[in-house]
Every structure is written in C-alpha cells, then in structure tokens.
C-alpha cells in the first residue's frame, strides 16, 4: 500500500474539515501540522495548502502564506497533469495566492496573479475569485431605483 493510499477519500475529507475547524477555533500548531500531513498523503493537490494557508493567514501572517502558496504552485506546476485535477487545482491554488498577496498588501502582484488566474484552465470558483477580485463583476444595485406610481 503506498501512502498517497493510506487513507479513503472520505477520510481525508473528514481530516480537511477537522483542520479548518482547527483554524477557525485558532488552533494553529494542530490544524498546520494536520495539513503538512495531508500535502504529504495527497501530493499534486490544493486543499492541504490551502488549509496551511489558511493558518498563516487566520494567524495574521500573509506573508507567509504567501510563501506557502507560492511553493505549492511552483511544485504543482512542475507535476503531469492528471486529467482535470491538476490543472484545476493548480487554478484554485494559484487563485488563493493571488488572495493571500492581496491580504499581505502586495496589491500589483495580486492584481497579475488574478489575470494569470483568468488565463488558466477554468475553474468555477477560482475565476470568480479573480472576477471578483479584479473587479470584474458586475455588481447588483444596492437599492433599486424607487418607481413613482401611476395613477
């Protein structure tokens, strides 16, 4: 059994969301050495970066999940493709780098990883990220216009 086996998917699930709750409840040692783990078990995915990510940036270090994300997407990109799963999370991955320069006030590079991102493999979720980031929604009327009555 190798190690990428070791667990089901649906335990590795369940170990994802047992270190977001982590790094909500500010349990940052625990939930970065639960996703240091889960990079190990599930190489050439997102999530566990992510979750360090979210760590360093729960922690107020954006710097460092820069740090992190930019690793993790250098390491990603160097990998073959596997069908749509490594693009797609090299596309979610680098959407979070482009977030987390934003959190570490790195407003140019943000802005360039973001387009970067659009130019990317789609991803739902990442090119919203950067749609929204980028300014590129159109955002709904706060209020609409109130019309008169006619009579």
Avoid: Y
Avoid at 57 to 85: F, I, S, Y
Avoid at 120 to 133: C, F, G, I, L
């Amino acid at each position: 059994m190798s190690v990428t086996e070791f667990l089901s998917a649906d335990d590795v699930h369940l170990l994802t969301e047992v270190g977001m709750v982590g790094v909500g409840a500010r349990l940052h040692v625990s939930a970065l050495a639960l996703f240091e783990a889960l990079a190990v078990l599930r190489p050439g995915r997102d999530f566990p970066w992510i979750g360090q990510a979210a760590v360093w940036l729960n922690r107020g270090q954006a710097d460092e999940a820069v740090r992190v994300l930019q690793q993790a997407c250098a390491g990603l990109a160097r990998q073959p493709v596997q069908g749509t799963m490594s693009s797609d999370d090299l596309t979610m991955l680098t959407a979070f780098l482009g977030f987390a320069q934003h959190m570490a006030r790195r407003t140019a590079e943000s802005q360039q990883t973001m387009r970067a991102v659009l130019a990317m493999p789609h991803h739902a979720h990442a090119h919203a990220m950067a749609k929204d980031m980028l300014g590129l929604t159109a955002q709904p009327p706060l209020f609409s216009p109130v019309q008169e009555p006619t009579t």
